[in-house]
């Protein structure tokens, strides 16, 4: 799975995200995963995909619709496990950044805001 590093106003500390953009990556997200394995300044990034679901879901997190551009256009707080649904009807949206609770807050991301892709790795070859 490919991994992208994100800043927001060439701010640190950059998120380190991976990259679900195959069927079955989009598919699977963070289902079945324990709340260890997003910690804190990590994330997943869902595209093409403008709604999720929490089913089979074992913790909560914060989701950011972004364009293409990477320019957010929605910040949804706290997406409870299980019973949480979130979806964009902004036409603009394109994908799906989903993060640790508390990650909005933390780094300041807001409506309107322009996240920046700082590098590609692909985790393969790590």
Do not use: N
């Amino acid at each position: 799975m490919k991994t992208i590093g994100l800043t927001l106003h060439g701010q640190q500390p950059e998120l380190c995200v991976q990259v679900a953009d195959t069927f079955l990556s989009r598919l699977r997200g963070l289902m079945l995963r324990s709340p260890q394995s997003l910690p804190m300044g990590t994330g997943l990034l869902i595209a093409p995909c403008t709604s999720i679901h929490m089913m089979f879901m074992r913790f909560a997190i914060d989701v950011v619709y972004i364009t293409k551009d990477y320019e957010v256009v929605k910040c949804v707080r706290h997406v409870r496990p299980w019973i949480g649904i979130s979806a964009s009807f902004d036409r603009r949206a394109w994908a799906v950044l989903e993060l640790p609770t508390g990650s909005i807050d933390r780094y300041g991301i807001r409506s309107g805001a322009r996240l920046q892709v700082a590098d590609m790795v692909d985790a393969a070859t790590k």
